[in-house]
Nanobody
Framework: QVQLEESGGGSVQAGGSLRLSCVASGRAFSLYAMGWFRQAPGKEREFVAAINWGGSTYYSDSVKGRFTISRDNAKNTVYLQMSSLKPEDTAVYYC????????????????WGQGTQVTVSS
């Protein structure tokens, strides 16, 4: 079973930046599309960004131009560089294997890591 471990969250003011990391266990990491998802209090978990095995990237409209997803297959790690943060970016951020469905992406593993909290104050 794949294990996922997110880190890098914190509290920042609006306009600030954070870099999230997610380390995944398993030897097939380089073959997966990976994604970041987030869940704000009282809301459903939503797609944020995805990167496929070839390095192509995809973003939700709400973060496009502000967030950048990348991966290091040698380290089984996927990153999310977040800039120009807004209070509405406040959420717990999770990574997961991602599968594409139409214009969006959804998580492909049943299990989740503990997530990492991002809090943006105005």
């Amino acid at each position: 079973q794949v294990q996922l471990e997110e880190s890098g969250g914190g509290s920042v003011q609006a306009g600030g930046s954070l870099r999230l990391s997610c380390v995944a266990s398993g030897r097939a990491f380089s073959l997966y599309a990976m994604g970041w998802f987030r869940q704000a209090p009282g809301k459903e978990r939503e797609f944020v960004a995805a990167i496929n095995w070839g390095g192509s990237t995809y973003y939700s409209d709400s973060v496009k131009g502000r967030f950048t997803i990348s991966r290091d297959n040698a380290k089984n790690t996927v990153y999310l560089q977040m800039s120009s943060l807004k209070p509405e970016d406040t959420a717990v951020y999770y990574c997961n294997k991602a599968k594409r469905g139409g214009s969006t992406w959804s998580p492909d593993f049943d299990s989740w890591g503990q997530g990492t909290q991002v809090t943006v104050s105005s």
